[in-house]
Every structure is written in C-alpha cells, then in structure tokens.
C-alpha cells in the first residue's frame, strides 16, 4: 500500500492545473446567520465534467508514462468518477473504458460517451461488476484507476483543499462528505501538513454510516447497497482511504435523508447553485449541530452539480 | 421627465456600493463551443435579495433625505423589486410598504415579510392595484420607488454593465431580458458613455412581445396581462425606459416558451446555477440566432434567481 505524501499532492497540482478550474469559493449571509459560523463554500459543482473527481482522474492520466498511456484507463463507476476519467482521457486522447450497471440512468451513461468513454455494461451486483471489469482491463490492457482507492487520485483530490486554503483568510475547520472516503482522503493529506489545526469533519448520511460505525469501531465496516438520496456516498471506505480516516479526521457527523434533502433545498434555494444530494450532508450536519460549529471559519466542500433535474428528491 | 445620467450612474455605485455583491462572472467552454460565441454571464442570481433589483431600490433608498426617509418607501410589485426594496428599506432601517397581489405565491409574500417589508393585498387586476396604492400611499406619505420608471432605479441597474465591463477584457455585445426596460435602460445608459461600441441586445418572450412591437412600431404598445413562463418580463415600457429602449437599443430579439424552457434547463445543467426563465430568454434568443453571436465576445446579463422550487417548468 502506496501512500501518497504533501509532495505527491504538490505534484498533482502542477500536472493538473491545465485541466482543471480553480473553483470558486461562495458565501452566503443567510447561511452564516442561520448557522452562527462563517461558511466558505469552495464550489467543485462548477469544476470541469460537473465535480471534484476530475482532480484525481486527471492526476493518475497526466501522470501516465507514453507507453501506460497508449493503453488507456479502465475503471467500474456508476457516477461521476467515469465522468471524470473520460474527460480526463478526452483531454490526453487516450482511450477510456468503463464498467457501468445496466441500471446506471441514462443521462450519466449519455455524458460519459459524450466525453469518449466506452461503456461495458454489467448487472447492478458485485459480483457482475468485478468480473465484467476483470474481463475488460484484460482485453485492453489499460491501467486501472480506482474510483479512491488510488494515491494518484488521492493526491489529485488533496488540491482542492489546497485552493480552499490559498483562497480563504485561515478557516478552524473543513466539512466534507465521506463515502468511498477519496475526497476527505486528499483533504486529511494537505491539511495535515498544510494547516495541522485545522479540523477535519466528515458528513455521512444515516442511512449509509459505515464509514462513521467504522471510525467509531476502529476498524474498516462495510455495508452491502446501503440505500440513501445521497448516491455518491454508498460505497465503503479501503485500505488507503482507512489510513487518512482514521489518522486525521476529527469527527465524522451523520444526517438523515430529510436533512439532507432540506440541506440541498436551502442551498438551491438561497445560494442559487445546483448541489448533489451528497454534498448537501455537510451542511445538514452543520444545521444540526449549530453549537459544534457556531462562531467558527468553517470550508464546506460543495462535492459535485451532477443532478437528474427530472427528479428532484423533493 | 428627469433622464438620468452618466454621472447618476456613477453616484449610484458609490451610494449602494455597500450594499450590493460584486458578483461573478461565469463562463462554460460547454456553452461556448455550443454557441460558437464567447459568453460572459454576469451572475446577479448570486446577488443579495437575488436579483439585480436590489441595486436600483438601495440607489433610491440610500438617496432619500433624513426627512423623506422617516416616512419610508412604498411600491406595488408581485416579484424582485418587492424582495429588493423590502432588503433595501430594512438596511436602512425604514419602513417599507408592499402592495401585492393577494394571488401572489406564499413564498414570495414570505421573502417580503422576511426582509421587513408590510404587505398590503389588492385584487389582481390593474384597477385594483392603483387603487390600493394610492391608499397605502395616500396613508404613510411614503416615497414611491417604481419598479423601473424611476430615474434612481435606472441609475442603479446601470452599475451591473460597469461592473461587467470591468470584470472582462472587451466585449463586442451585451445581451438582457427586457421586461419594463429597468435593466435594458441602466444598460444603455451606462455603456452608451463607457463603451458605445457595445451593441445592446435585448432578449423578450415570444408571449410577451410589446417591447419588440414597440421597437418596431417605433412607439410605445402595452399588452395587458400576457401569459408566459417568464414571469418578470410581463410588464410594458413606460416613458423612462423607451427613452433609452427607442435611443440606444440595437435590437430586440425573442424566443418561445418552449425555448426559453430548454435554455433555463440547460444553463441549470451544465453551469450548476439557478437562474429564472426571465433571464434564461438571453441564452434562448443567442441558441436560435447563432449566426448573429458567433465569434463575438458577449456579456449575458443573468438577472435573478428566485425560483420556485415545488413548480419547475418542465
């Protein structure tokens, strides 16, 4: 188990910064009253191809060598990890297969082929979706990069918070969603070297609390097909993204699928931006816990915009 | 009638400068290689009361005397202005009455009592509405702010191009809704002295066409009560704007409902921002007519953000 370090994360940065934007960071005085803290909202909705992953996605396929790179990349993702690898692999022109269930909606499996991606589709299960995979990185022989469980991804993920820092006045803490744990991996990678004080709290939705039974327990919990309106957030932490969970985070909060509706609803409604369900937990934590956070410099990382506008959760 | 100037204009940013968000300007690549122009979206979605309205009512707030503001401010308005000058008058710490049609949506009414404003139901008819605002008026001595046959409202409007102008590198267009000719006029009056090289273009629905007929006709043509989905630009030219309309104005394009619709969603999908169907007609009219936009650098006018959520209209 490789883990990547601040200097990986460096790295990334350089060789990302061409295909990516510098998102911008929101506030909002509603907000900030409501809660009692003050909220920088480093907004990835607005990033390339809709969402933070196309940080980790470019880093691992900018950081392949010629030889790697002719090959292409492979992965299995029902969600904006494929997304991002196709646009990634669009930038460089290298070919880009995914492993996505035949139940994935339309519209995703459409915007990744708008980007180039070549789908091969498997059941919603496990067990399809490892062997249709297997099957696939076989015949192509392309380089398998793991939607988090990937130092190169981790590293490309770690910038974000860098940007959140470079583009705040000093914050006490940052909140971010934890599913697979890639995004809060990269954040515990810079700010541990970066800004040690400042604290790291996950948000996970109730319905799929693995990763918050997991810190509790010490060791890694997985749930099978955990159902929750935040459908980023459904897959169990790793090996890697265990190691910065468990050495960095301070706390990890939960809230319920009403909460986090009414998180995206108020943000939608008061920010005028279009939020995932997933990177509404943040914000339903913090409504939920004012005292926890009042009278603090708090980031919030706003994960991703990709939204099926024909079905609304509410 | 008192046409205000450049001077005005000036005036205005400083007075409202503490009041009003500098806000973004976004672009899409997406958006850009699908129009073949450069577009540059000045975001008064992200506005405070969430909508460019907000700049013209602080101008008329924070311009009254001592003596004229004790009394207050009055307005009839079903939509932003009402938002705006309630924001404005509770910044300033002075009353402000509201005449609203009692049809008018819960949430609305709810934002205009949030922001201190006191609303006074009429009937939604015209007849009923002056006649209600007189009374109001008649009882409070407050000072009238129209929402945009008002010198001071047009004054304020006008500071969103500055900002523009400042916020990018050139522009051949700038493009806006067109409703009453508040935010066509600050417009006009602004880049007419800055920049009269910028064409102005105004954007108007198909349903709601008077201004594009005006335009034609070369005088002014009031509808009553048009019916589309862009509920801010129901309203006629009065005296103010068609000056600025009939004088500085280089053309008027429209779009159907149907369009307007599409352009909304779109911008929703692939710029993760909410925006109004008002301010979705630029985007509609430069989709139809790309011929006329194509390798120009274009300043889309973005107005406002105030959406109902429950009744999205697709």
């Known amino acids: 188990m490789e883990i990547p370090t601040y200097e990986d994360m460096l790295a990334a940065h350089d060789r990302i910064r061409p295909h990516i934007h510098r998102t911008p960071i929101l506030t909002s005085s509603y907000l900030n009253e409501l809660t009692g803290a003050r909220l920088f909202f480093k907004c990835e909705n607005f990033q390339n191809a ?3 992953k196309v940080r980790g996605a470019s880093n691992a396929v900018f ?7 002719a090959r292409g990349v492979c992965t299995h993702s029902s969600g904006n990890h494929a997304l991002s690898l196709s646009y990634a692999a669009g930038r460089r022109g290298i070919p880009c ?10 519209a995703k499996k459409d915007a990744v082929r708008g980007y180039g991606g070549i789908i091969t589709e498997c ?3 496990t067990s399809s979706r490892e062997a249709v995979f297997a099957d696939v990185q076989a015949a192509t022989g392309g380089n398998f990069v793991h939607p988090y469980n990937d130092p190169r991804v981790i590293a490309g993920q770690g910038t974000c918070s860098r940007e959140l820092l470079e583009q705040t006045d000093g914050l006490d803490m940052v ?3 934890i599913g697979g744990g890639g995004m809060i991996s990269g954040t515990c990678l810079t700010l541990s070297s970066l800004a040690p004080e ?7 939705p109730e319905m799929a609390d693995d990763a918050y039974r997991s810190f509790k327990a010490g060791h890694i919990i997985a749930d099978d097909a955990p159902v929750t309106v935040a459908d980023g957030l459904k897959v169990p932490l790793k090996e890697l993204t265990w190691h910065f969970v468990s050495n960095h985070v301070t706390d990890i909060m939960t809230a319920s699928e009403a909460e986090i509706i009414a998180a995206m609803k108020l943000t939608w409604q008061r920010m005028k931006i279009v939020i995932e369900a997933s990177c509404s937990v943040p914000l339903a934590i913090i409504l939920k816990n004012k005292d926890a956070f009042a009278g603090k410099r708090v980031g919030v990382i706003i994960t991703g915009g990709n939204v099926d506008l024909d079905a609304l959760p509410w």
């Open 175 to 177: 909140v971010a969603p």
């Open 50 to 52: 809709g969402a933070f």
């Open 123 to 125: 059941e919603p299960s």
């Open 198 to 204: 400042v604290k790291i709290i996950a948000a996970e």
């Open 63 to 69: 950081g392949l060598s010629e030889a790697e790179a």
């Open 97 to 106: 297969h995914v492993v996505m269930p035949r139940t994935a909606p339309q």
